[in-house]
């Protein structure tokens, strides 16, 4: 009884199995019939005994790399490309580890060598987050240790909700997804070509007070591509959609959001200044994590995906019934605020 080392079971994977085995051994002996036990243990058990069972360890050939090496290995990998020397991108291929590992270790491996190795090491072929190399680290960690606690204080010396805002937009061209299909046939889906028949603006707001169910108000504009008519939310469309949080909630509002220009130019400004129930702090730049609204946009890019030919009409009131929805869902929209790490009193 052996598995393959390559992507196969650990040591203690092996250990659990081959108790497992000696079990079946004593279960044989008893007499049991053989539905209840695996057919392949009881002929390797009839032609050698509770030996035949026990674990041989790994098949195949063993890896080149002590496990001291392979911690190693692990830790350069994690350290990214660039690190060591391919900064014209920043993607790990089985051709650059089994270059790493020959000019670190001085063992030549294959690039599907390397690739099981990976594998075996916990790594798994993924579609990286971005970041944008814009970010200051420093006053991100800075926000989240200053700013934020002063976010919760105001809002609780208040006895208000703390809202976080967001916007998004959608064309006619939907984002990719998954669907099933024939195993050598590619499925088909027809959606619309153009790059100009229209858009939606979308913003949203989610609201939230500890001990209270969470909400979510949004608002959309559509631009059907008229000459000069203007292709984003203005400072009285999000104006608009706070008040309407402020009416939903009748209580004082904390808005928390980014730093675009309509949200810090002079007219937005009065506009806050003009309503004493309303506080703003901004989020630090290039911080999308930090906004759970963004896992409401990603929720409904999900939905649309391959979204068939249509009108922008028709976009418009797909995006409203997928944000409706959510409306019903305090749950998810709890979910959202638990990826940004940011946690409430």
């Not at 680290?137 to 609780?156: D, N």
């Not at 909700?161 to 998954?178: L, S, T, V």
């Not at 890019?301 to 979204?307: E, F, R, T, V």
Request: aromatic share 6%; with cysteine; glycine share 10%.
């Amino acid at each position: 009884m052996r598995y393959a080392d390559s992507g196969g079971m650990t040591a203690q994977e092996r250990a659990r199995r081959e108790a497992l085995r000696l079990r079946a051994a004593e279960l044989f002996a008893a007499g049991a019939s053989a539905p209840e036990v695996s057919y392949q243990w009881r002929r390797a058990w009839a032609a050698g005994g509770t030996a035949a069972l026990a674990s041989r360890g790994p098949s195949g050939q063993r890896c080149k790399l002590c496990p001291a090496l392979c911690e190693k290995l692990a830790a350069m990998l994690e350290q990214g490309p660039a690190a060591h020397g391919w900064d014209e991108d920043q993607v790990w291929t089985g051709a650059r580890v089994a270059t790493l590992i020959g000019r670190t270790f001085h063992i030549s491996y294959s690039i599907s060598g390397a690739t099981r190795l990976m594998r075996r090491l916990g790594f798994t072929p993924q579609m990286p987050a971005r970041r944008a190399a814009e970010r200051d680290e420093v006053a991100i960690t800075a926000w989240k240790e200053s700013t934020w606690p002063e976010v919760k204080g105001t809002r609780a010396a208040v006895g208000g909700w703390i809202c976080f805002e967001d916007e998004a937009g959608r064309q006619q061209r939907p984002p990719k997804g998954r669907t099933w299909g024939r195993r050598g046939h590619t499925p088909l889906v027809r959606v619309s070509g153009r790059r100009s028949s229209g858009r939606i603006s979308m913003a949203g707001l989610i609201a939230m007070r500890p001990g209270t169910r969470t909400r979510l108000c949004y608002r959309l504009r559509v631009h059907r591509g008229h000459k000069g008519e203007r292709r984003s939310l203005s400072e009285n469309d999000y104006i608009r959609l706070i008040d309407s949080a402020h009416q939903l909630v009748k209580a004082p509002i904390v808005l928390v959001w980014d730093r675009l220009g309509t949200h810090t130019s002079k007219a937005m400004r009065q506009l806050v200044a003009a309503r004493t129930w309303l506080t703003v702090f901004l989020l630090p730049a290039y911080a999308p994590e930090l906004n759970p609204v963004e896992g409401v946009w990603s929720q409904c890019k999900g939905s649309l995906a391959h979204l068939a030919a249509g009108t922008v009409g028709r976009l418009a009131a797909l995006v409203r019934n997928r944000l409706k929805s959510l409306q019903y869902r305090p749950t998810t929209l709890d979910g959202f605020m638990a990826e940004t790490g940011l946690s409430l009193p």
